[in-house]
């Protein structure tokens, strides 16, 4: 009888624990935004049809840094991993918000980027990761030999990368779907067994490549990015639910795809919550721990995430 109530005593202690949780504010972390130019309100269409997320374009980019940094704010996002070819701009959104940011040098055509250049800016700890890498738009596949000098620096700084392996795409008539399979990336992952990757919009519509790719190789994680809020609703949640049966509920982190759109980190957010597939636990490792463990945050910078949006 004593067990019993024992029992009875820690499954309610519990429950409280649980919706005491879910009512106090929780950190959130993006793992893909972008610091982009003008050129990028010309160009980006609201790609593939059916396309459903409607947003907001700004109209002035100079907005673009305190809009996303208020929407961040509003949604407890706590960090933010910007990606940009222009050093300059990426350290003025250090600047602006101090400690909300980390930063990685973006390129498309990997003939252009400097290894020289990307290694002294990691040598002054002015960046975090390589990536994006988005040299699908180029034409190159992700296993392209050219590519491997970037491969070869993230594993001798032991940082992570982001890449873009998926089929959606902007306006570039170089771009193959075929160069989006996640599986393409064995080869890499082979060559550079210890090389941490995380691979955009989580493959799609992959889903089967990327399930395999994750189950061979632990280093490989996902962000859910611009299928959050592109395309139709149910299929995001159809492919979350795919990886998380197949049991890669720990390797799949939250990303907003930012890029003149402040609102699709909002738009985001919700589309994970709106998962009713998922528990809270299942929602707080995409939101927040998942990227915590991936990015090897300490426990101090962990606490201070939780502190800063309970006093917000």
């Known amino acids: 009888m004593k067990r019993k109530s024992l029992t009875l005593f820690l499954v309610l202690i519990l429950g409280w624990l649980t919706v005491y949780a879910q009512n106090q504010k929780q950190p959130i972390i993006d793992v893909h935004l972008h610091a982009q130019s003008t050129i990028w309100m010309k160009t980006m269409p609201c790609t593939p049809q059916p396309c ?68 002294e800016e990691f040598s002054q700890g002015r960046v975090n990761i390589i990536g994006e890498i988005g040299t699908q738009y180029y034409g190159f596949s992700p296993n392209d030999p050219k590519i491997d000098k970037f491969y ?34 064995e ?36 962000d859910v990015s611009t299928v959050t809020w592109l395309i ?23 990303g907003s795809d930012q890029m003149i759109w402040p609102e699709a980190i909002g738009m985001g957010i919700e589309a994970i919550n709106s998962a009713d597939f998922l528990s809270f636990e299942q929602k707080r490792d995409i939101l927040y721990n998942n990227a915590a463990r991936f990015l090897r945050l300490s426990e101090e910078v962990i606490a201070e995430h939780h502190q800063r949006v309970n006093n917000h």
């Not at 032991?158 to 990336?185: M, Q, R, W, Y």
């Open 52 to 119: 459903e997320g409607s947003k907001t374009q700004i109209s002035d980019i100079s907005e673009l840094l305190p809009q996303t940094v208020s929407e961040m704010k509003e949604h407890n996002v706590v960090l933010g991993i910007v990606t940009y070819n222009d050093l300059e701009e990426l350290k003025s959104w250090k600047s602006f918000a101090p400690g909300m940011f980390y930063t990685g040098i973006q390129f498309w055509n990997p003939l252009q980027p400097d290894i020289s250049i990307i290694q």
């Open 232 to 254: 139709p609703r149910e299929a995001f949640h159809k492919y979350l639910e795919e990886l998380v049966i197949a049991g890669y509920g720990k390797r799949i982190m939250f």
């Open 152 to 185: 070869e620096l993230a594993v001798e700084l032991d940082v992570p990368v982001l890449i873009h392996c998926a089929a959606l795409a902007g306006k570039s008539e170089l771009f193959n779907i075929t160069d989006g399979n996640p599986l393409l990336l």
């Open 187 to 222: 080869p890499v992952l082979k060559k550079y067994p210890s090389l941490r990757i995380y691979v955009e919009n989580a493959g799609y519509p992959f889903s089967q490549e990327m399930i395999a790719l994750m189950n061979r190789y632990s280093t490989v994680y996902v």
